[in-house]
């Protein structure tokens, strides 16, 4: 069964840092670029970060570049997110997803983890 | 970033309706538009790819259509399960983004 299974995750101060963990199964992880995407409480989904097949390349938004870092590994399976500097409205249910490329399809989102609640709070 | 701008942001319909959700690109993303719908404490699903594509599983009272700028989802004879939230999505620039979301209310 193609999974992915966020960990990490919780409650953190202003200016605090926190790592996000993404296990990937059921598929070649190591051949599909992966997201976070996140949702704040009670509003809508906002695209977060990307990153390609070996790591290489990097895209962020521009609320978050420079604070967080997505990475990988891929001999674990395992895609991360690391945030610093963080902020009250950073606060959001963070999803890592895959990213699935069809020729007739287009690029998009075919499978999702559950989502981990990152609270930044004093 | 290419911003994505939903309408409307709610609406109200009841079952057996047909609605509209459209869904506006600052730039031209050629069909690089997908659709998802969300229920509440659940991850979004796709719904429709590449502007008028529809998922395996999806049932055919979905549709979408548009290409560069203007996108239009339409979901016939609105059922039950159809009362979520709503959201467009391109995957035309490096970086992605989403429209603000629709939600579907009876």
């Known amino acids: 069964e193609v999974q992915l299974v966020e960990s990490g995750g919780g409650l953190v101060q202003p200016g605090g840092s926190l790592r996000l963990s993404c296990a990937a199964s059921g598929f070649t992880f190591s051949s599909s670029w992966m997201h976070w995407v996140r949702q704040p409480p009670g509003k809508g989904l906002v695209w977060v970060a990307r990153?390609?097949?070996?790591?290489?390349?990097?895209y962020y938004d521009d609320s978050v570049t420079g604070r967080f870092t997505i990475s990988r590994d891929n001999a674990e399976n395992t895609l991360y997110l690391e945030m610093s500097r963080l902020r009250v409205e950073d606060t959001a249910i963070y999803y890592c997803?895959?990213?699935?490329?069809?020729?007739?399809?287009?690029?998009?989102?075919?499978?999702w983890g559950q989502g981990r609640l990152v609270t930044v709070s004093s | 970033d290419i911003q994505l701008h939903q309408s409307p942001s709610s609406l109200s319909a009841s079952v057996g309706d047909t609605i509209t959700i459209t869904c506006r690109a600052r730039?031209?993303?050629?069909?690089?538009l997908n659709w998802y719908q969300q229920k509440p404490g659940k991850a979004p699903q796709v719904l429709i790819s590449a502007a008028s594509s529809l998922e395996s599983g999806v049932p055919s009272r979905f549709s979408g259509s548009g290409s560069g700028t203007d996108f239009t989802l339409t979901i016939s004879s609105l059922q039950p399960e159809d009362f979520a939230t709503y959201y467009c999505?391109?995957?035309?620039?490096?970086?992605?983004?989403f429209g603000q979301g629709t939600k579907v209310e009876i």
């Open positions: 997803a895959r990213e699935y490329y069809g020729l007739w399809t287009g690029y998009y989102f075919d499978v």
């Open positions: 999505q391109q995957g035309y620039s490096n970086s992605w983004s």
């Open positions: 990153v390609n097949t070996d790591g290489s390349r990097t």
């Open positions: 730039e031209n993303i050629r069909s690089y």
